[in-house]
């Protein structure tokens, strides 16, 4: 109890609006990094499945020595890993966002004019921006996953692969 009087003390209004908009503008800038970071993630890997989709319904041989149910099978796994990666930086990355508004939230209960101004919103999950990236992650994977099997299954009935 003493502690909290002595927090007091120490730290002023001033100081509590500062910790806060620091918090807020960090949270807001990993908000912003994971956005644009998962953006080029996922935009790569939709070129990757459609280059591996162009290829399978394609019917002319490939130019290299392996293959072409192979070929996809390698790119689906590809894009799966790269999928994968992409749901493990969201996850790490919503979890640090959510940590630095949690924070920022106590923080501003510190603060009574801004309490009152801004209300209070209590986070327990990752932000609703993550929560769309991780579902498009997860339709990529199951698109890969369905392509490499079409090719092995093609490949099993004897279809043309090429």
């Not at 969201?90 to 209960?109: L, M, P």
């Not at 309490?115 to 992650?137: A, F, N, Q």
């Amino acid at each position: 109890m003493k502690f909290k009087n002595l927090e007091d003390k120490i730290m002023g209004t001033e100081d509590y609006l500062e910790l806060w908009e620091y918090l807020e503008e960090k949270g807001y800038n990993f908000k912003q990094f994971i956005t644009q970071l998962a953006s080029w993630l996922l935009a790569f890997v939709a070129a990757i499945l459609g280059f591996t989709i162009e290829r399978l319904i394609t019917t002319e041989p490939l130019s290299i020595i392996i293959p072409k149910w192979i070929f996809i099978t390698m790119l689906s796994l590809v894009g799966i890993s790269i999928s994968l990666y992409c749901l493990y930086l969201i996850a790490h990355f919503g979890n640090t966002i959510k940590r630095y508004f949690s924070s920022a939230d106590k923080v501003k209960k510190k603060i009574k004019p801004l309490e009152e101004i801004i209300e209070s919103v209590t986070i327990d999950d990752i932000p609703p921006i993550c929560k769309y990236l991780k579902g498009i992650s997860y339709a990529f994977i199951i698109a890969f996953s369905l392509v490499a099997i079409v090719s092995i299954i093609l490949k099993l009935t004897g279809s043309q692969l090429g």
